[in-house]
């Protein structure tokens, strides 16, 4: 959080010298809300705030095309102060999420990446002797699986009800789903601890689950 108001005073940078005190402010409490709510306390409280703004409004949301994105009727909606803000968030987290929709070589780049900062910190807690946090286990965690479950539990539920709202965004739905076969057969390959039977058959219905919810 320090680091964005620190680079917004490097010359070049200066985005925020001409505004006045008082609209600097609210800019800066809307930026550190935003950057709170990144964390994943706020991840299920916030995609029932997205329902909520859409079933108030459904018949709205359903009537805009991504063509024609967004309609007069949207653009009212998301002028309501508690909409911009909600929506400010939202974009926020969805980008902090956007991994798995990325293109898969730069997704499974990037989750490497990330979980090894995870395996750092489990190493340093093994170190230290105190409890290792279940995904900070190099020794126990299956990266395949955990980036499916990543996307099953966390990123499919926002970008769904995000989607309902957002229409654009369904475009990065088809590349999610791609990325969670391409961890299934990651996770099919594993050499470590090949999955059993029973575990490929539980796997390949939560599979087929994510497909059905998401081309539902």
């Known amino acids: 959080m320090q680091s964005l108001f620190t680079l917004a005073e490097k010359p070049g940078c200066k985005i925020f010298n001409r505004l006045t005190k008082q609209t600097y402010q609210e800019i800066r409490k809307i930026c550190i809300d935003a950057i709170l709510h990144t964390d994943t306390a706020f991840h299920f409280k916030m995609i029932k705030e997205v329902q909520m703004i859409y079933e108030m409004n459904s018949e709205i949301f359903d009537s805009c095309l991504i063509e024609d994105w967004p309609s007069e009727d949207a653009l009212v909606c998301f002028r309501a102060p508690e909409s ?105 390959n594993y050499p470590k601890s090949p999955p059993e039977q029973d575990d490929i058959e539980t796997m390949n219905k939560r599979i087929t689950k994510l497909e059905d919810k998401w081309q539902g």
Do not use: T
Request: proline fraction near 5%.
């Open 84 to 188: 911009r803000k909600l929506l400010v968030k939202l974009f926020l987290h969805v980008a902090d999420l956007s991994n798995p929709m990325k293109p898969f070589r730069i997704c499974r780049l990037w989750a490497y990446q990330v979980q090894e900062e995870f395996f750092l910190q489990g190493d340093k807690e093994k170190s230290l002797g105190i409890p290792v946090h279940a995904l900070n286990d190099r020794d126990k965690v299956n990266k395949a699986y955990a980036q499916i479950s990543f996307i099953e539990f966390l990123v499919s539920p926002m970008l769904v009800a995000a989607c309902k709202v957002v229409a654009p965004l369904e475009r990065f739905g088809d590349q999610m789903l791609q990325n969670a076969k391409g961890w299934h057969a990651h996770w099919l």
